[in-house]
């Protein structure tokens, strides 16, 4: 009798449901909670309020009657293709100059992180002020040295524009060198010592050993690069707010235009319209990554 009521208890304690949390999950789920409400309240919101507006289409048929919209769409592309591949190209170059083991290059690669390390603000707002036509540094010493004036150089959409691309350049360009450079560094060493026994090439090494090492970094880099920068405001808005005659905004500044003109459904519909370009990159990278 008393085996039979033994096994009848032990049969009821495996039978005992197990509690849906532990104390530690509890606690976790706790912590984490507050961290979920700021994500809702401070980016969900915000962002599903912004897409609301932007629902009427005839948000989109003021954003495509207006010329200036065309013109930061053309602006983007040339932002993208331009500047992000010859950045990612010298810091693939770059990349291979900083791997060198000599004490001299240690010096000069911390100051090259500099740019990157510094705000944008102060930065890129100091280059605004050396490219002023009347008291910048640089037509100052154009004036000093030639006794001539030197040019209104944010006047000029294309001189603009291009500068824009420069500081893109200059800011970002450590960060990527740093990535490219820590790809170079998990390449083994033996690879390179065994090419040079064989007589091969400082282009020769780059073309058999380092570049099929790099490849699928690189390309990585450069699309989540082009992610990034399609959001990213700093080097345009900071240089040249858009101008001259708003010929120089892309879309990301484009909303920050229409924010400060009080149209707040063209500036979501000004986002939305990035879709197209932003979603084909996410998708790629995805894909690269997956493999």
Known sequence: MSAVATSIDAGQARAKPSPVFTRWELWGTLMVLPYLLIFLVFVLYPVGYGLWLARHPQSYVKLVEDPIFFRSVI?????????????????????????????????????????????????????????????????????????????????????ALGFAMLVHIWKSLPFWTLILLAGRLAIPSD?????????????????????????????????????????????????????????THVLATLGIRYLRLDQVDLSMASIVVAMPLVLPLVYFMMKRLSK
């Open 191 to 247: 690879q390179y010592e065994a090419a040079s026994v064989d007589g091969a090439s400082s282009w020769q090494k780059f073309r058999f050993i380092s570049w099929p090492s790099l490849r699928t970094l690189f390309l990585t880099s450069t699309i989540l690069s082009m992610i990034w920068t399609l959001g990213d405001f700093n080097s345009v808005y900071l240089l040249t707010g858009g101008g001259p005659a708003d010929l």
């Open 75 to 159: 602006n983007t592309v040339v932002f993208l293709v331009v500047a992000i591949n010859v950045k990612m190209v010298v810091a693939l170059v770059l990349s291979g100059f900083f791997v060198q083991s000599r004490w001299w290059i240690k010096i000069v690669s911390a100051i090259f992180i500099l740019p990157w390390a510094m705000p944008s603000i102060p930065t890129i707002l100091s280059i605004r002020f050396m490219l002023n036509p009347e008291w910048g540094v640089i037509n100052t010493t154009i004036f000093r040295l030639t006794g001539a004036d030197g040019p209104n150089w944010l006047n000029d959409p294309t001189l």
